[in-house]
Nanobody
């Protein structure tokens, strides 16, 4: 069993900052990519940022230059620093972690989601 626990969401004014964190625990042999997705009401869940096990990062065009993803491999955590927030960043944010439970077998796990609301 693998559990992901997210924290850090909330309400912030436009231009403000928030930091999201996600901690993975349980039967973890290794962790591959870690990422953040978001889903606004009535819309599909989209990738926001991703970081590989080699610390390569990728970002959605809409957040480049404003968001920074990072990971702590010793603690199996992934964080998302969000600066210069805009109302259109309002969504439920989910972390996603590719976990190796047994060598050769990896599966994606999702956090429970945390609400981020940016007021104008």
């Amino acid at each position: 069993q693998v559990q992901l626990v997210e924290s850090g969401g909330g309400l912030v004014q436009s231009g403000g900052s928030l930091r999201l964190s996600c901690a993975a625990s349980g039967s973890i042999f290794d962790v591959y990519s870690m990422g953040w997705y978001r889903q606004a009401p009535g819309k599909q869940r989209d990738l926001v940022a991703l970081i590989t096990s080699s610390d390569l990062t990728m970002y959605a065009d809409s957040v480049k230059g404003r968001f920074t993803i990072s990971r702590d491999n010793a603690k199996n955590t992934v964080s998302l620093q969000m600066n210069s927030l805009k109302p259109e960043d309002t969504a439920v944010y989910y972390c996603n972690v590719q976990v190796v439970v047994t060598p050769g077998i990896n599966s994606p796990y999702w956090g429970q989601g945390t609400q981020v609301t940016v007021s104008s």
